[in-house]
Nanobody
Framework: QVRLVESGGGLVQAGGSLRLSCAAS????????MGWFRQTPGKEREFLAD????????YYADSVKGRFTISGDDALNTVYLQMNSLKPEDTAVYYC????????????????????WGQGTQVTVST
């Protein structure tokens, strides 16, 4: 089992920034990468970004590319999501997740690609 704890959420004005953190504990040796998703009421969970520990390859959803940056520290089993130029439509519960699969070619962005999930942290962007 891997336990994930997100932090860093809160209330921010439009145009502002937030940095989310996600700390993993437990059987973290099984992790090949981590991702960030978000969800608003009544909608499906939306993929945002993924990072592969080996090589540091990253992948972003078009909706956040250029505004959000995923980074991580494999030794600390922690992943971050730096969010800049926030918009009211970024308001959501943000989740981090761990995947235990690796691929040089496959793009990980589906919920089913990730095995372990955090409880989520609320981000609210005001106008």
């Amino acid at each position: 089992q891997v336990r994930l704890v997100e932090s860093g959420g809160g209330l921010v004005q439009a145009g502002g920034s937030l940095r989310l953190s996600c700390a993993a504990s437990g059987r973290t040796f099984s992790s090949y990468g981590m991702g960030w998703f978000r969800q608003t009421p009544g909608k499906e969970r939306e993929f945002l970004a993924d990072i592969t520990w080996s090589g540091g390859k990253t992948y972003y959803a078009d909706s956040v590319k250029g505004r959000f940056t995923i980074s991580g520290d494999d030794a600390l089993n922690t992943v971050y999501l730096q969010m800049n130029s926030l918009k009211p439509e970024d308001t959501a519960v943000y989740y981090c997740a761990v995947r235990t699969y690796y691929s040089r070619t496959y793009v990980f962005r589906s919920e089913s690609d990730y095995i372990y999930w955090g409880q989520g942290t609320q981000v609210t962007v005001s106008t």
